[in-house]
Every structure is written in C-alpha cells, then in structure tokens.
C-alpha cells in the first residue's frame, strides 16, 4: 500500500499530498483542533510503519496468519499473558 503520510522535522505526521499545505492548514485550526489532527496523523503513520496491509492487521488480531514461520498469538491471548505477568510482578 502507498504510504499517505511523511514525518516532519519533529517526527510528526503530515499528508503527503498535502505536505506545502499543512502549515497554512495548521494555522486555521484551534489548539485542540491541531492536537486531534496531529494525534490522528501520528496514528496513521505509526500504522503505515508496520508495513502491514489491513488484512494482514486483521489476520493476526484473530492469531491466524497465513504464511508466517512463527505462531501468531491473538490480542487476547497477548492480553492475557499481560495481566499475568503483572500480576507475578505484584507477588515478587
């Protein structure tokens, strides 16, 4: 999949296709607005990062990955085994 997103000086994303426009973009949104925008951005590129296609994310949610060479665990398992080894830590 092509990446929409591209990190600016400060790691942060911006829209690719809109990359001269953002800071004119930017400068018309309030505070909250700029973060919402930014957080949301950051989401995306974090995804795009991965390198994995949305059905690949879907496929190891569900701990079935076609192809992989080592056992996918779903996410809850993963959250599971989480909440476990927390607990050993409280008793340590």
């Not at 909250?32 to 991965?50: F, I, M």
């Not at 192809?67 to 599971?80: A, F, K, M, N, Q």
């Amino acid at each position: 999949m092509e990446r929409l997103t591209e990190r600016d000086e400060y790691g942060n994303a911006d829209i690719i296709a809109l990359s001269d426009m953002m800071p004119k973009l930017y400068a018309k949104l309030s505070y909250s607005e700029t973060n919402a925008l930014t957080d949301a951005l950051n989401r995306l590129a974090a995804y795009e990062d991965t390198g994995l296609e949305p059905e690949e994310v879907e496929a190891l949610k569900k701990g079935t990955c076609a192809g992989c060479s080592v056992p996918v665990l779903g996410t809850d398992r993963i959250r599971e085994l989480a909440q476990a080894e927390a607990a050993l830590e409280g008793l340590l």
